[in-house]
């Protein structure tokens, strides 16, 4: 007995999302889709966290100490048994010997894959029956064992819940009985001990009581288990359906906000490199005006295709807005995602977008990197004021906006201060300088590009 949590070891089943974070303080234009936002994506992430833990898995370390535990268990008891006169040594010895063998026979079976001939992969049945029969052996060779039979039938059957149908538990409890009347009957007739078979009998007829009620309950089990099944299949779709958008099959600005936000968090904490990208298709309104909206919706599609066979694995894209993208570039410096940026440029450009498109397709792009301690807002407006650089020089061309350092910033020199203008406590205004470019923004975002 206990063989069977060992081979559960065999049977183990091998999960994007971003946690909620602090929602950064956008301005009312820019942060128009970041704030009704925030919510619904803290309790999506906490819905997929609390989710996270109902389907978890237990690790190969945790099966090995539940199986130690089981083990350890049914064999403890039976030394305390022996040690106290009750169990011979030969049956601690003989279940000291199933404990070992029949667990490397499975294992066998296992490694050489032979169960993958048999309809139920998992050989629940074959292991189950092998631990009943073993405790009703070790029974036989010393009544004493009767002791641990009933427990651990139940434990053996709960076992097996999963992979086999009430019915068939209904039969194994119905064997275990028999088998236990038949182990009686043979102790009555070798040993002739009128005390051992009353003791025996009144065993007997507690299991032979209790075995059938166990079975009927934990038979819904099964049931319980395939809607669980059904929900997290209908859960998991509902997470990818929430996570994307509907027309372009990339992210949605729910999920690329929140991935913002978590991405800032790790570089603050880790201190990796973070950067990102403003994509913005150029002359949008003329397609439109050219194709109608489903052509514009076309190109769209065709773009977001495009785009997320050019980025690496890592990058994560998603649609802020309109024509309007945003791609992620978690752990990765300045140079690596111009290079990226360059070549989503690229292929938009040299994209067949057909005879049907009388104007060209292409994009403005404007990258920049993260500075430490730098606000959400900060970081986000200096690549779009990248984007508005790249459409107003042309567009079809990738802008960088290099990062400044701020505790530089908050240090000029006598001649920085000179040329840029000294506040009236002579050092410079931050705070109106930072008000004066969000609102210098947010002008030009409401003109539109």
Not at 108 to 113: A, E, I, M, N
Not at 321 to 334: V, Y
Not at 359 to 370: A, F, K, L, M
Request: with cysteine; net charge neutral; charged share 20%.
């Amino acid at each position: 007995m206990g063989m069977f949590p060992f081979l559960s070891l065999f049977s183990a089943r091998g999960s994007v999302g971003f946690a909620h974070s602090e929602g950064f303080p956008m301005s009312e234009d820019m942060g128009s889709g970041f704030g009704d936002s925030s919510a619904s994506v803290g309790n999506f992430g906490r819905r997929q966290s609390d989710f996270s833990r109902l389907r978890r898995t237990r690790s190969t370390a945790q099966k090995w100490l539940v199986v130690l535990l089981l083990l350890g268990a049914f064999v403890g008891v039976a030394a305390v048994f022996w040690a106290m006169g009750y169990v011979q040594a030969s049956t601690l010895q003989a279940l000291s010997g199933l404990v070992v063998a029949v667990p490397l026979v499975f294992l066998l079976l296992f490694r050489k894959q032979w169960n993958l001939k048999f309809r139920e992969k998992r050989l629940k049945l074959p292991i189950v029956v092998c631990a009943l029969a073993s405790m009703l052996w070790l029974v036989y060779l010393d009544p004493a064992m009767q002791m641990l039979l009933v427990p651990f039938t139940f434990v053996t059957l709960a076992y097996g819940m999963y992979r086999i149908s009430r019915n068939v538990a209904f039969l194994l409890a119905l064997s275990v009985v028999v088998g236990y009347a038949l182990v009686m009957a043979m102790h009555a007739f070798e040993r002739g001990n009128p005390a051992l078979l009353k003791l025996e009998f009144m065993h007997f007829l507690a299991l032979a009581a209790a075995l059938p009620g166990f079975v009927y309950l934990t038979g819904k089990v099964p049931l319980l288990h395939l809607v669980l099944n059904k929900a997290s299949r209908k859960i998991r779709t509902i997470e990818a359906d929430a996570q994307l958008d509907p027309l372009l099959c990339c992210y949605n600005r729910r999920y690329i906000v929140a991935a913002l936000e978590e991405q800032k968090q790790l570089a603050d904490e880790t201190g990796q490199p973070l950067c990102i990208a403003i994509i913005d298709l150029d002359h949008f309104k003329r397609i439109n005006d050219e194709m109608g909206h489903l052509g514009g919706d076309e190109v769209l599609r065709t773009f977001s295709r495009v785009a997320q066979q050019s980025v690496r694995d890592e990058d994560i894209f998603g649609r802020y807005g309109g024509e309007e993208f945003l791609l992620i570039f978690p752990g990765t410096s300045l140079l690596p995602a111009l290079n990226t940026c360059e070549r989503v440029r690229s292929q938009v450009e040299t994209h067949p977008w057909g005879a049907a498109m009388r104007s060209r397709v292409s994009v403005s792009i404007g990258v920049t990197q993260y500075v430490q301690g730098e606000s959400v807002l900060e970081f986000f407006s200096r690549a779009d004021t990248a984007t508005y650089l790249a459409k107003e020089g042309g567009r079809n061309q990738v802008v960088v906006e290099e990062p400044v350092d701020r505790r530089a910033a908050q240090k000029p020199d006598a001649d920085d201060e000179a040329r840029d203008g000294l506040g009236q406590d002579g050092e410079i205004d931050d705070d109106f300088s930072l008000v004066e470019e969000a609102g210098f923004i947010e002008e030009r975002r409401s003109g539109g590009h």
